[in-house]
């Protein structure tokens, strides 16, 4: 981790490929714009989606792909964003290790990556500090953000409570590896299937297609909605000061991120539906690992909140409820808390 790569200047395209192995090469003067070597993995993701005209379909392979956009859509939620991002509750360093190791096996970089840019969206919602700002249009909010050379390398100073953890630094260093490992052990186990259960209909190309591609890429883009839709399309409960919504139909494909209205509200908090008819599947289940033990100290929404919350109701659109005029309401520091 940490080889510099000096960025003065033309770099050629080979150096680039440096980037692929170890993200944090690169350190000085990104250059503006895109970088097309850097980002050919992210372009790659989406034509193997395509390989499904070639290897077929079975229940087993679409099984696993579901499976797997649960399991890594939770780790993204429940740990990248609320407990990497907000640290909204406690848990012992294995477990935050292990849901480290399953968050970045969605191709989404590693934690503390993450949630420096997260943090920074919070700190400067809708403002031309905000890495993925909704007034920068949809697709620059979607994709286009992450794809650009100034947003590759991780904003140390935002995460510097992280930095003590040489394993999380490392997942960040070298966050191809993870991915890497389990499109093998997806293709070995489709291999395995299909030597054991011939009836299956399944193969090795056919698992790694679906369990890894199409998962991957449906998770991305279900991530996605919410630095895009989320600041564009539902009601606002609160005037946050920026154009968060709350939208029920992604935070059925989100796992509870919809809410994202109240979620800028109120960061800090590990539940993001305020009230029981907001379903938070996140949140139900981080509630089940405190039960066991797994996590402890979840941090709640303030009575105060909810009681403003309650009187205020919905609305579609609050009148000169823009960025540019920032409400003394809006906790923006709850995320770096
Ligand atoms: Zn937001
Ligand atoms: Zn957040």
Request: positive net charge.
């Amino acid at each position: 981790m940490g080889t510099s790569v000096n960025t003065r200047g033309a770099r050629p395209w080979w150096r680039t490929l440096i980037l692929w192995i170890d993200s944090n090469s690169v350190v000085d003067n990104p250059k503006e714009g895109i970088d097309y070597v850097r980002i050919l993995p992210f372009i790659g993701m989406h034509l193997m989606c395509f390989g499904v005209f070639w290897v077929g379909v079975s229940p087993i392979a679409v099984g696993v792909a579901i499976a797997l956009y649960l399991i890594r859509m939770f780790a993204i939620t429940g740990f990248y964003h609320r407990y990497f991002s907000h640290r909204a509750f406690k848990t012992s360093r294995l477990v935050q290790f292990i849901f480290a190791v399953i968050g970045s096996s969605s191709v989404q970089r590693g934690p503390m990556w993450w949630a420096a840019h997260h943090r920074g969206h919070h700190r400067h919602s809708d403002t031309e500090l905000d890495p993925h700002s909704p007034n920068s249009g949809f697709w620059r909010s979607h994709v286009l953000w992450f794809l650009q050379q100034e947003n590759f390398a991780t904003r140390q100073e935002r995460v510097r409570d992280w930095a003590k953890f040489p394993e999380l630094r490392a997942l960040d260093s070298y966050d191809l590896l993870v991915p890497v490992l389990l499109a093998v052990s997806l293709f070995f186990f489709g291999g395995w299937v299909a030597e054991q259960f011939p009836a299956s209909g399944t193969s090795a190309a056919q698992m790694l297609i679906w369990g890894f591609f199409v998962s991957t890429v449906a998770l991305y883009h279900g991530t996605f909605t919410i630095n895009s839709l989320a600041h564009r399309f539902g009601r606002r409960r609160y005037e946050t000061g920026d154009t968060s919504r709350n939208n029920a139909l992604l935070a059925l494909i989100t796992l509870g991120e919809g809410w994202h209205n109240n979620h800028h509200r109120y960061p800090a908090s590990a539940r993001q539906g305020f009230y029981w008819w907001e379903y938070d599947i996140t949140y139900y289940l981080l509630r089940l690992m405190a039960a066991v033990g797994l996590i402890w100290d979840i941090r709640p929404v303030p009575e105060r909140v909810l009681a403003q919350g309650r009187s205020q109701g919905q609305t579609k659109d609050r009148p000169n409820d823009q960025a540019a005029n920032p409400t003394p309401n809006n906790p923006v520091n709850h995320s770096d808390s």
